[in-house]
């Protein structure tokens, strides 16, 4: 079976019944555009580690926003948004850490009315007043998703870092760890998830960010995509980096040049759902999807 016909079977099987095992499920229970954007932007940027643990985390922080992040990031005092998370704790991210996020995120719905549409802004700006140039030979340095997340960051980073020198907020690597900085090798993944929520457009994905080809996308690369994708032929690469990042999404490029991340959620499930085991269990293998271009089933 054609590689193609094999992840058109499973994108049919893995759809919106699957929400509730990803962290998009939260993103889902908002309608209007910049609730749909900070939410999805917090549970991007807080996806790593189990993800009924990430989901449990920001569900937290949505509630104490009573459910109406932007009313709530507009209309708190910064000083508000410091006391109401004092005491939150997700792995190594502290209170004060989320704090100088949010605070970031209010003066960019103030300031730019939306991540959109500073995102929108990015092509009348001077790339060159941005420092692009510390990507060095960085795989994805033509790529303009890449360089639109780099340029998120920064925004978002030197606002959290103003906001953190205002109030004199201790803030930890946590800040530094939930603003992953795209110049280094990292496979980025967080924000490459963020950008596949807002541009593409199913059951999924929201399709808000029209100014952004869904062929444009680049695959947030975890440790189920690196590990299946090594399995199906999609990768090479031995190192969950930039590199292995930019042969997968080429590789599904050419299996649907408008749409390569169209197999993201659903490949990601096999091993969320733990479908896919590390070694062949026939019990598994023997009725997944993907088993006709699977390496450790033909094995």
Same mark, same amino acid.
Not at 82 to 109: H, N, P, W
Not at 207 to 222: A, Q, R, T
Not at 227 to 246: D, E, N, P, Q
């Given at each position: 079976?054609?590689?193609?016909? +094999?992840?058109?079977?499973?994108?049919?099987?893995?759809?919106?019944?699957?929400?509730?095992?990803?962290?998009?499920?939260?993103?889902?229970?908002?309608? !209007?555009? *910049?609730?749909?954007?900070?939410?999805?932007?917090?549970?991007?940027?807080?996806? @790593?580690?189990?993800?009924?643990?990430?989901?449990?985390?920001?569900?937290?922080?949505?509630?104490?926003?009573?459910?109406?992040?932007?009313?709530?990031?507009?209309?708190?005092?910064?000083?508000?948004?410091?006391?109401?998370?004092?005491? &939150?704790?997700?792995?190594?991210?502290?209170?004060?850490?989320?704090?100088?996020?949010?605070?970031? *995120?209010?003066?960019?719905?103030? #300031?730019?009315?939306?991540?959109?549409?500073?995102?929108?802004?990015?092509?009348?700006?001077?790339?060159?007043?941005?420092? &692009?140039?510390?990507?060095?030979?960085?795989? *994805?340095?033509?790529?303009?998703?890449? #360089?639109?997340?780099?340029?998120?960051?920064?925004?978002?980073?030197?606002?959290?870092? !103003?906001? =953190?020198?205002?109030?004199?907020?201790?803030?930890? #690597?946590? @800040?530094?760890?939930?603003?992953?900085?795209?110049?280094?090798?990292?496979?980025?993944?967080?924000?490459?998830?963020? &950008?596949?929520?807002?541009?593409?457009?199913?059951?999924?994905?929201?399709?808000?960010?029209? &100014?952004?080809?869904?062929?444009?996308? *680049?695959?947030?690369?975890? +440790?189920?995509?690196?590990?299946?994708?090594?399995?199906?032929?999609?990768?090479?690469?031995?190192? +969950?980096? !930039? =590199?292995?990042?930019?042969?997968?999404?080429?590789?599904?490029?050419?299996?649907?040049?408008?749409?390569?991340?169209?197999?993201?959620?659903?490949?990601?499930?096999?091993?969320?759902?733990?479908?896919?085991?590390?070694?062949?269990?026939?019990?598994?293998?023997?009725?997944?999807?993907?088993?006709?271009?699977?390496?450790?089933?033909? !094995?």
């Amino acid at each position: 079976m054609e590689p193609k016909d +094999t992840l058109d079977r499973l994108y049919v099987l893995y759809k919106g019944e699957y929400l509730e095992s990803d962290p998009v499920c939260l993103v889902h229970r908002f309608q !209007a555009r *910049l609730d749909v954007e900070i939410s999805a932007l917090l549970a991007a940027l807080f996806a @790593f580690g189990r993800a009924d643990m990430i989901i449990k985390s920001v569900e937290k922080i949505l509630e104490a926003m009573e459910m109406r992040p932007f009313e709530y990031i507009s209309g708190s005092p910064e000083k508000k948004i410091i006391s109401d998370f004092t005491e &939150f704790q997700y792995r190594f991210v502290k209170g004060a850490d989320l704090a100088a996020l949010l605070i970031a *995120l209010k003066i960019t719905m103030q #300031r730019d009315k939306g991540i959109g549409s500073l995102l929108r802004s990015f092509g009348k700006i001077d790339v060159e007043a941005r420092p &692009f140039s510390r990507a060095g030979n960085h795989p *994805l340095k033509e790529k303009r998703v890449w #360089r639109l997340c780099l340029f998120l960051r920064e925004i978002l980073f030197e606002r959290g870092l !103003a906001a =953190a020198k205002r109030h004199k907020l201790k803030i930890t #690597r946590g @800040f530094s760890h939930l603003l992953a900085d795209p110049a280094k090798s990292s496979a980025c993944k967080r924000w490459f998830l963020l &950008f596949r929520w807002m541009v593409r457009k199913d059951e999924i994905d929201f399709g808000l960010w029209e &100014f952004i080809k869904p062929g444009e996308l *680049l695959m947030p690369v975890d +440790t189920h995509i690196a590990r299946i994708g090594f399995l199906i032929g999609l990768t090479t690469c031995k190192g +969950t980096g !930039a =590199a292995m990042v930019k042969e997968i999404t080429e590789n599904l490029g050419k299996i649907d040049p408008l749409d390569p991340l169209k197999y993201d959620f659903a490949l990601t499930r096999l091993g969320i759902l733990k479908e896919c085991p590390r070694k062949r269990v026939e019990k598994l293998c023997g009725k997944c999807a993907i088993k006709g271009i699977c390496a450790l089933y033909r !094995a």
